[in-house]
């Protein structure tokens, strides 16, 4: 069974951090694009970060500009690395991979066609 498996999701005073982890399992996401997404309560899925293939280019929402850094490994695994944090950051955080091709990055939800189940982040004030 294919799928992505988010971890490192929790509670955090603002101005912490956190790092989320991605692990790919059933199949090899190494080369293709990846990113993570965000969702609160009553909110669209919204794009944080993405990255080709191989790290090299990678792309931030204006709110994950500065902040936030996403990385993948040789181990298929894909990092977001969440630093100051805000309240504003609490949401369902979601890993997904765009299989379909294997050139730049993905920038939309529609693009993309696994995703792992979601990891909560909150963020007190």
């Known amino acids: 069974q294919v799928q992505l498996v988010e971890s490192g999701g929790g509670l955090v005073q603002a101005g912490g951090s956190l790092r989320l982890s991605c692990a790919a399992s059933?199949?090899?996401?190494?080369?293709?694009?990846m990113g993570w997404f965000r969702q609160a309560p009553g909110e669209e899925r919204r794009l944080v970060a993405t990255?080709?293939?191989?790290?090299?280019?990678t792309y931030y929402s204006s709110s994950a500009a500065g902040r936030f850094t996403i990385s993948r490994d040789a181990k298929d695994t894909v990092y977001l690395q969440m630093n100051s944090l805000k309240p504003e950051d609490t949401a369902v955080y979601y890993c997904?991979?765009?299989?379909?091709?294997?050139?730049?990055?993905?920038?939309?939800?529609?693009?993309?066609?696994?995703w792992g189940q979601g990891t909560q982040v909150t963020v007190s004030s």
């Open positions: 990255l080709n293939w191989n790290g090299s280019s």
């Open positions: 059933g199949r090899r996401f190494s080369r293709h694009p």
């Open positions: 997904a991979a765009d299989t379909r091709t294997d050139v730049g990055m993905s920038y939309a939800a529609p693009e993309y066609d696994v």
